[in-house]
């Protein structure tokens, strides 16, 4: 391992680190502080710090090692991403920040759903919460997999003998620094930190697609014709319609997405939501054309100078490795890390202001002072972390197959239950239980089943299609089934 790649990377983690002890002394001395930066974070941060913790490790590896294997055919499922988020954007965004401070000023999306349908308020709380933990961790492990990819790959034998395997140490190293600057400083050293990420992850993916490309020895000397897939420059080379579908409806999960959406409750004013989505949206249109442009042309080149890629989801750190300055290729890898530490600690910390605030303070200590409960979020935010590296430890864990769980089960729960009870008056607390229960239940059902991989004798259907049709029609339903029976709660002017 070079000096400057490490210097590289030792300057990255510093800044994480003081960005971290920074937010410590700004905004930790109360809960709302700790779990939600006071309600007062610029657009452009909340814009970023949104995107980047959405992407994760799966845009600088999952989705170009798809276009790696597949083509251009598997960018619909970016496409089907930027469509949903745009959704988000319009729907939910400016809803949500302003409802959530109405309802009480919800800190969780448990507890805002709790304080919009109080009738069912300990039932949503405790489901929502367990949903958001479960899923969460195994999300969390897809990021820590990132991270042992990144250091089993790039950092092969230069890592300190430790009788732990590179990958394991991986592992460890990403989840410490990931801890140090969560624990420490909360929501504003994580959106902080993930606003430098977010750019830092942006400049990576306009970079090396253009090297790539147009780099002695690139994609475009190589040809994308030595590519031995039939069809793959095409969007709808050996596409079917269930593959489509599967590939597009990664959309629907943007709403039911709590480390997403809690960045909108966190903006400063909710007329500057607009503003937020404008930097939001145009950095994800150029870091998804990046991801997409550098599965295209590593395969390209991959293929043109012979190279063996043996994990397609490493193409990002082969590349990195062999076509740039090591202090450069330093700066690629801290863009990897930022991909995958950006969502691990927006993970960690709505997993840990779940359990303190809808299981400690409504079970164990409702009087908990405003100290007791950010010292029990950093608690939290600790042991869900130990969860994620026991599940991250398999070193044939598949990112993409993670997230897509991951990312399904929150959609299916949350999705169709954040978007009603925003916009319809007529849902029930009764109909707000039921759909969360039907999203998750159906999502674990069909994975269980292997509905997802096999479906009727043929190819699977992505469990998030099943689950969200499922839980909208479950709210639709017992709502109007329950419409009277309930009292009726205003927001606070």
């Known amino acids: 391992m070079n000096v400057a790649t490490l210097a590289s990377l030792g300057l990255y983690f510093a800044l994480m680190i003081a960005i971290g002890l920074y937010a410590w002394r700004r905004s930790t001395d109360t809960a709302e502080g700790y779990m939600l930066a006071g309600r007062n974070l610029p657009p452009s941060v909340a814009a970023l710090s949104a995107g980047a913790s959405d992407m994760s490790g799966w845009l600088l590896l999952g989705l170009p090692g798809a276009l790696y294997l597949a083509g251009l055919s598997a960018a619909w499922i970016g496409i089907g991403l930027f469509a949903g ?3 988000n954007w319009f729907i939910v965004a400016p809803r949500l920040r302003a409802q ?8 969780t999306i448990p507890q805002f759903l709790a304080n919009r349908f109080p009738d069912q308020g300990t039932g949503l709380r405790v489901i929502g919460g367990l949903v958001i933990v479960v899923f969460f961790t195994v999300y969390t492990a897809a990021g820590l997999v990132g991270g042992g990819k990144l250091f089993e790959t790039a950092f092969a034998g230069a890592l300190p003998a430790t009788g732990l395997s590179d990958y394991t140490l991986g592992i460890l190293i990403t989840c410490g620094i990931v801890l140090a600057y969560t624990m420490v400083g909360g929501f504003l050293a994580v959106s902080l930190t993930d606003f430098v ?3 830092i992850m942006m400049l990576a993916l306009v970079i090396m697609p253009l090297v790539v490309i147009f780099g002695d020895g690139g994609a475009a000397d190589a040809s994308f014709a030595a590519v031995p897939v039939e069809g793959y420059l095409s969007l709808t080379e050996g596409l079917t319609l269930l593959g489509f579908v599967s590939a597009v409806t990664w959309g629907l999960g943007y709403f039911g997405q709590p480390h997403i959406i809690v960045r909108f409750m966190a903006i400063d004013r909710v007329e500057r939501v607009a503003r937020a989505r404008n930097y939001g949206l145009s950095w994800m249109a150029v870091s998804l054309i990046g ?5 295209l042309a590593g395969r390209a080149y991959a293929e043109g100078n012979g190279i063996a890629v043996e994990d397609p989801e490493t193409i990002f750190i082969l590349l990195a490795e062999l076509l740039f300055h090591p202090a450069i290729t330093g700066f690629l890898y801290a863009a990897l890390l930022a991909a995958i530490m950006s969502t691990i ?3 960690l910390l709505v997993s840990s202001s779940s359990l303190t605030e809808d299981f400690y303070r409504l079970f164990l200590n409702r009087g908990a002072s405003e100290r007791e409960a950010v010292n029990v979020g950093r608690v939290c935010v600790a042991l869900v972390a130990l969860a994620a590296i026991v599940i991250a430890s398999d070193p044939d864990s598949n990112v993409l197959g993670l997230v897509a769980h991951a990312w399904a089960g929150f959609g299916a729960a949350f999705g169709p239950l954040i978007i009603l009870a925003l916009t319809w008056r007529g849902m ?3 109909g707000a239980l039921a759909g969360l229960v039907t ?3 159906v999502v674990g059902i069909w994975l269980a089943l292997g509905l997802d991989g096999e479906l009727v004798g043929g190819e699977g259907l992505y469990e998030i299609v099943p689950g969200f049709i499922a839980a909208f029609l479950a709210i639709l339903a017992v709502s109007k089934a329950t419409q009277g029976s309930e009292p009726s709660v205003q927001p606070a002017q």
């Open 85 to 87: 988020a745009v959704a």
């Open 100 to 107: 959530t401070e109405a309802y009480g000023n919800a800190l």
């Open 197 to 199: 990420q977010g750019i």
């Open 291 to 295: 991801a997409v442009a550098m599965g």
């Open 345 to 347: 600690s927006s993970q």
């Open 428 to 430: 029930t607390g009764a």
């Open 439 to 441: 999203g998750a239940g």
